[in-house]
């Protein structure tokens, strides 16, 4: 599966964005998906994952109340609208999709990756 993830950018504080991210070339439907993040000098974490059925999301506890993850199964697409944007959001955000075995949580949970879009919050 291909993952095209767009809609990074240069944001004030307090501002919003909202995250998309194009699958193709596998069912996108049937999968859970996620967003993740890397700030420079930090590891990849993770932001929010939403399953495929039902559409239950989890998220990082500092990100709940302000981002919400979602997807359109006939478009194929994840969304990740981010509101009361802070600088501590900074970082590459990047799309997956749900598989391999290990924890929805963790970069090993997902064996397909988006290439990544910025995201920069000036303080």
């Known amino acids: 599966v291909q993952l095209q993830a767009s809609g990074g950018g240069l944001v004030q504080a307090g501002g919003s964005l909202r995250l998309s991210c194009a699958a193709s070339?596998?069912?996108?439907?049937?999968?859970?998906m996620g967003w993740f993040r890397q700030a420079p000098g930090k590891e990849r974490e993770f932001v929010a994952s939403i399953t495929w059925s039902s559409g239950s999301t989890y998220y990082l506890d500092s990100v709940k109340g302000r981002f919400t993850c979602s997807r359109d199964n006939a478009k194929n697409t994840l969304y990740l609208q981010m509101n009361s944007l802070k600088p501590e959001d900074t970082a590459i955000y990047y799309c997956?999709?749900?598989?391999?075995?290990?924890?929805?949580?963790?970069?090993?949970?997902?064996?397909?990756w988006g290439q990544g879009t910025q995201v920069t919050v000036s303080s």
């Open positions: 997956a999709q749900r598989g391999g075995g290990g924890s929805y949580n963790l970069p090993g949970g997902y064996d397909y």
């Open positions: 070339g596998r069912a996108f439907s049937g999968y859970t």
